[in-house]
């Protein structure tokens, strides 16, 4: 019954033509919602939609969220909102912060704003564990944060303060999700600010040496793309009211080394070649703003929302290399 109440929602994925957005709408279609993808291409995709954009369930609405007439024209009939949307990467906010500040935070409120107006039932975004800036303690838990240590981390944290204003001022329902380094089938292995696993997927499928920032033994949290799309999909339907308004860590609740990751990639990439296991790994200069090691606790996203994350880094990782070995080769 509840089921059925669902798949008869429209849900609005900003930056749905991007890594995350574009699982999301594939995911949330494949269930027979109604989804609607907003997005401007700063960084997604066409090739993203491919799979779905004939699907009758499916609308594109081609606009930026920086512009609040297009937020207002894609909340149109929605339900729920999975804001994706936004300019990820450190270095980039670092070269670029005031665009990045424009699109995260001004693009973020727009949202906001016209998700309140057009009285969606729930606003659900993707957050960042960059929220968690030098705080030393592991592993991360929500209410313990430090210094954000980029600008984009201070626009991650911003949207956390808006969406709780928005909360308590105009009895919004917001979830923020705090995305620990996912990874997964689309994402995108090219450009400056490629995020590291499909760069040294595509390095090492040409040969290539992936050079590791530091010596590797910085860690992460490593979070495969169907753990993040199953929490998106609890935050949607919980009808717990201690899991609405808050934040939750979405992470698979491990921790790899940069070298671990590098030798599992090898390891599975050698299967398709054998010679991608002599290929030597470079090192080169620490990275300004990265933090050395991060992990989350998701002991709360397990208690209020019954999240049971089924991918660990090494189950993940061999999806994720097949998928870039037949797309991207
Ligand atoms: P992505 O770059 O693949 O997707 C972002 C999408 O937003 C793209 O399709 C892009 O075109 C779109 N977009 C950017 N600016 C826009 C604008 N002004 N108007 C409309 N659309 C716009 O990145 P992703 O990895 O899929 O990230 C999705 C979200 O998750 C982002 O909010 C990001 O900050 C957050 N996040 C990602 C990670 C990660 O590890 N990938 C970690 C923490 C948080």
């Not at 930056?15 to 594939?26: D, K, Q, V, Y």
């Not at 609308?59 to 009939?77: H, M, P, S, T, Y």
């Not at 670092?94 to 039932?121: C, E, H, W, Y």
Request: hydrophobic share 40%; charged share 20%.
């Amino acid at each position: 019954m509840k089921e059925q109440v669902f798949v008869n929602s429209t849900v609005l994925i900003t930056g749905g033509a991007g890594f995350i957005g574009s699982n999301l709408c594939e995911y949330f279609l494949s269930k027979g919602y109604k989804v609607v993808c907003l997005d401007n291409f700063a960084t997604g995709h066409k090739h993203n939609l491919k799979a779905f954009e004939e699907n009758v369930n499916f609308r594109l609405i081609e606009g930026d969220i920086r512009n609040e007439k297009d937020c207002q024209k894609a909340v149109q009939g929605v339900d729920y909102v999975l804001h994706q949307a936004a300019l990820g990467s450190v270095p980039r906010s670092i070269q670029d912060p005031v665009t990045t500040n424009d699109v995260n935070v001004s693009g973020f409120i727009n949202m906001l704003v016209a998700s309140r107006d057009a009285k969606v039932k729930r606003f659900i975004y993707a957050a960042s564990s960059s929220t968690y800036g030098d705080s030393q303690g592991l592993p991360k838990v929500e209410d313990v944060i430090g210094k954000p240590l980029s600008p984009y981390a201070i626009t991650k944290y911003v949207n956390e303060l808006y969406a709780e204003i928005f909360s308590s001022t105009y009895g919004m329902e917001t979830i923020g999700l705090r995305y620990f380094n996912v990874f997964g089938r689309k994402q995108d292995p090219n450009g400056a600010y490629a995020a590291v696993i499909p760069k040294f997927v595509m390095q090492l499928m040409q040969l290539e040496s992936p050079v590791i920032n530091g010596d590797g033994n910085y860690s992460r949290d490593f979070t495969y793309i169907d753990n993040v799309i199953q929490m998106n999909e609890l935050a949607m339907v919980t009808d717990n009211p201690l899991a609405i308004n808050t934040v939750f860590n979405t992470a698979y609740g491990d921790r790899n080394t940069l070298n671990d990751l590098v030798n599992y990639l090898k390891e599975y990439l050698s299967k398709y070649d054998s010679r991608i296991a002599n290929v030597a790994i470079e090192y080169g200069p620490s990275r300004a703003g990265d933090i050395p090691h991060s992990l989350a606790s998701i002991d709360k996203a397990k208690a209020l929302l019954g999240y049971n994350p089924q991918f660990s880094l090494q189950k993940g990782l061999q999806e994720a290399v097949a998928w870039y070995w037949d797309n991207l080769r």
